[in-house]
Nanobody, 121 residues
Framework: QVQLVESGGGLVQAGGSLRLSCAAS????????MGWYRQAPGKQRELVAT???????NYADSVKGRFTISRDNAKTTVYLQMNRLKPEDTAVYYC???????????????WGQGTQVTVSS
């Protein structure tokens, strides 16, 4: 099967930085889009950033210029470098990937378990 395992969350003061990582593992043939979403208490899950297998990126307006998404050469690990963090960035961050693998003959959507990011003012 396919798994996404995240790491790197934590507590940081406003203006600080954190780096999230997410590694895809298991029976994987191809990874298409990878990205990060977040969900704050009482709010809907929202897109933070995505990156395609060709390296094209997309960011939420609220994080442009502060966050950078990247992938490793094997294209199975995605990173989110978060700089100049704000209290409103506090949320559970979820890794996402569209993967051809496991027992399915089609691409499927996979999610990580989530990692907490807390930014104190």
């Amino acid at each position: 099967q396919v798994q996404l395992v995240e790491s790197g969350g934590g507590l940081v003061q406003a203006g600080g930085s954190l780096r999230l990582s997410c590694a895809a593992s298991g029976s994987i043939f191809s990874v298409n889009v990878m990205g990060w979403y977040r969900q704050a208490p009482g709010k809907q899950r929202e897109l933070v950033a995505t990156i395609t297998s060709l390296g094209a990126t997309n960011y939420a307006d609220s994080v442009k210029g502060r966050f950078t998404i990247s992938r490793d050469n094997a294209k199975t690990t995605v990173y989110l470098q978060m700089n100049r963090l704000k209290p409103e960035d506090t949320a559970v961050y979820y890794c996402y990937a569209r993967i051809l693998g496991g027992s399915s003959p089609r691409y499927g959507d996979y999610w990580g378990q989530g990692t907490q990011v807390t930014v104190s003012s």
